[in-house]
């Protein structure tokens, strides 16, 4: 996946691919100014967008290996901060537990230095429709 085939609003945010694991893209986002909320540390909502483009990328590569061209509609997003995120690059990935013919779900993780300690996580539950 390449960053033209992400939303729009991860483009304006500066979300990007870095590369793909285990067929699911990894995203990353740099820290600046524009993302902070209290000084010093990356704003809640940063990390949600960075997360959901996540679950949105992971889930639009699940179809393609499929062959399925599918709309997809988030309709519920569970988020947990573990902890602030600093003033460096953050990642996120999401690996797709379940895609049926109308329900998908995803779970997505942020991280900073290390992906075994998250910074924060999310589940993510989007509606399938067929393409038109």
């Known amino acids: 996946m390449n960053a033209s085939a992400l939303p729009p609003y991860a483009q304006a ?37 960075l997360m959901e483009m996540a679950a949105v990328a992971a889930l639009r590569a699940e179809l393609n290996r499929r062959g399925e ?7 519920n997003i569970q988020v947990e901060f573990m902890r602030g995120g ?24 942020c991280w900073q230095d290390d992906p075994a300690k998250p910074i924060a996580l999310a589940q993510l539950k989007f509606l399938l429709s067929a393409a038109g």
């Not at 945010?13 to 990353?28: K, M, R």
């Not at 061209?69 to 309709?75: G, L, N, S, T």
């Open 13 to 49: 945010l500066g979300i990007a691919v870095d590369h793909d694991e285990d067929g699911n893209p990894v995203l990353f986002v740099d820290f600046s100014e524009r993302m902070m909320g209290r000084p010093g540390f990356l704003h809640g909502g940063a990390m949600s967008g």
């Open 69 to 75: 061209a599918m709309q997809i509609k988030p309709v």
């Open 86 to 109: 600093t003033e460096q690059r953050t990642f996120a990935m999401g690996k797709v537990t379940r895609a049926g013919r109308r329900v998908a779900l995803v779970n997505a993780e």
